[in-house]
């Protein structure tokens, strides 16, 4: 089945360029999200990847109360606002309420819909009531399947911009583990269908008041959604993980990213090109 095709500020989403959702988990400080901002995105002209640069006004799911959250919506929106004038690309930040879509919606080229969320109906119809582009986490407790369900609320408000991303499912305490069937259930819909590489290797609350994660497995990871067929990739990248305020220790070091994505970039060509085998050429 043909993807729906989202174009996002040039990003053109579930067409046959594989696209990059990246940044920090959080934004830290105004100057250190405009430079990763600026950072990523030249990274990603220089491999000619689609980007569209992430990173959370708000991490409403801290493990810890002490835990650091973020600016908050609106010093956040006046950041990212910055980096889309700066940086030049389309930024997705999380909500966490319903008030917050309509808030969020004139800053935000896509909004997302947190994993642990992705049930709560008046939270995903608000997001897909604004009709900007929505990503909808699939929830660590969720089937593949299930999400069919989610996807039929946003699309149930006429908004056809919706793209599901897959993070992972709890595997026993403090685990998660990707299952790869998740990516043609997802697909069979419609929708463009992300990897998100580094949520997955999180290891939730494994660390006691923080969560603990293994990024040695990130390049394994992403060369086996690639492999299986998905439109986009989602990492957190950070120039320092060690010193992360949130989620660094399953962050890609932003000095790995240009070489991981030139390497995944050729497999995605070769994974086109096998796809092409026997297809009927396009005489249109």
């Known amino acids: 089945m043909s993807r729906h095709r989202i174009d996002i500020c040039g990003v053109i989403c579930g067409g046959p360029r594989l696209f990059l959702i990246a940044g920090p988990c959080v934004i830290e400080s105004a100057a ?46 006046s950041i990212l606002l910055g980096v889309k004038r700066k940086a030049g690309v389309p930024v997705l930040s999380d909500i966490h309420d319903p008030a917050q879509a309509e808030i969020a919606a004139p800053i935000l080229d896509i909004l997302q819909i947190p994993a642990f969320l992705s049930r709560q109906t008046d939270l ?5 009531k604004t009709q900007k582009p929505v990503n909808i986490k699939k929830g660590q407790f969720l089937a593949p399947w299930n999400m069919k369900e989610t996807l039929d609320k ?37 929708q463009p269908v992300i990897l998100d590489v580094t949520h997955s290797l999180q290891l939730p609350g494994a660390a006691g008041d923080c969560s603990g994660g293994q990024p040695q497995y990130i390049e394994t990871l992403a060369r086996a959604g690639v492999a299986a067929g998905i439109d986009g990739l989602f990492m957190e ?3 320092n993980p060690a010193q992360a305020l949130s989620d660094g220790t399953n962050s890609l070091n932003l000095r790995d990213l240009p070489a991981l994505l030139k390497r995944l970039l050729r497999l995605h060509e070769t994974v086109s090109s096998l796809d092409s085998v026997g297809k009927p050429a396009d005489r249109s």
């Open 32 to 77: 250190h999200v405009e430079k990763m901002a600026l950072s990523i995105s030249e990274i990603c002209r220089e491999c000619r990847m689609p980007l569209i640069f992430k990173a959370s006004f708000d991490k409403a799911n801290r493990t810890s109360l002490r835990s650091y959250r973020g600016p908050g919506i609106n010093e956040g929106l």
């Open 154 to 190: 946003a699309l149930s408000t006429g908004n056809c911009d919706i793209m599901l991303t897959e993070r992972g499912a709890s595997f026993g305490y403090n685990n998660l583990v990707v299952d790869f069937r998740s990516f043609p259930i997802m697909s069979e819909w419609g």
């Open 237 to 239: 990248v950070h120039d």
């Open 124 to 128: 995903v119809i608000a997001a897909a």
